[in-house]
Structures are given as C-alpha cells and as structure tokens.
C-alpha cells in the first residue's frame, strides 16, 4: 500500500509542477501538457492499486478461511518506488550537466536494475536504443531541443 501511496503522490507533485508550465491546446500541446497527462495517469494508476490492495486485504470477520496477503511482505514494492524516485531526481540533476543522452541512458540503466533486469548486455542495449530514439523523434522529428551534453 505504501508504494501506491509514495506513486500517487509523486503523480499529484508532477502535475501540480506541470500547471506552471503552459499547457497548449490539443491540437497544438505546450510544454506543462504532457508532464500534466503523465502525472493524471500516475495518479489514476496508483489509485487503482491501491483500491486493489484494500479490496485484497485478509478480513478480520472471517477466521475460518485463510488469510492471504495482497502482497508477500517484504517484497521491496515500496524500496523499488523509492529506488524509481531517487533515480528520476537524480536524472533531473544530471540532466544540465550531462546533457539528455547521457542522463537518460543512465537513467534507463538504473530504472531496468531496479526492475530486475541483471544482464548488462540486455540493460545497456535498451538504454541506448530507447534514449536514441527518443533523441531522434524528439530533437530531429519534432525540432524540440534537449539539453545538450559531452555527447550530443
């Protein structure tokens, strides 16, 4: 429950700091559009979770049928959520001083890890592919210019 309550909070964080940005139209979405739909559907996400969870949980009223767990405690939801937030922050500070390539495949690296992926090849191959891409439609489809660093 702890790691639904820690992502709807980081949700809610980043589409109140998404309101100060401008927001657009649909047709034509500002800067502040994008973080907004992404910390709606965060909150959305977590909410369901957690309604999940509640629903899930062993009834006090009921001893005869065995009690099951909605999760197996001590199963690191809540440090991997913490894990995700501390590497986002820490993308964000990189960002300037890295620039966006760089930051992002870090990043990518850190969030498979904390997802579980162990093999290197695996985790680097899809670091690099996604932030590539992602620098390709963002900075030579779209002409929107991401921070440059020691790469790009």
Request: charged letters at 10%.
């Amino acid at each position: 429950m702890g790691a639904a309550i820690s992502l709807f909070l980081f949700g809610a964080i980043t589409a109140a700091l998404s309101l100060q940005l401008p927001l657009g139209a649909p047709r034509m979405p500002g800067t502040g559009f994008f973080p907004l739909a992404l910390g709606l559907a965060l909150m959305a996400l977590a909410a369901g979770r957690g309604v999940q969870l509640y629903l899930a949980r062993p009834k006090a009223a009921a001893p005869e049928a065995p009690a099951t767990p909605a999760a197996p405690e001590g199963d690191g939801a809540t440090r991997r959520v913490a894990l995700f937030v501390a590497g986002m922050i820490a993308a964000v500070a990189l960002l300037q001083p890295l620039g966006y390539v760089l930051s992002s495949v870090l990043l990518m690296l850190v969030l498979l890890q904390i997802l579980g992926i162990r093999h290197w090849y695996a985790s680097a191959a899809i670091a690099l592919v996604s932030a590539a891409a992602c620098y390709v439609v963002f900075v030579r489809w779209l002409k929107i210019p991401l921070p440059s660093g020691w790469l790009f």
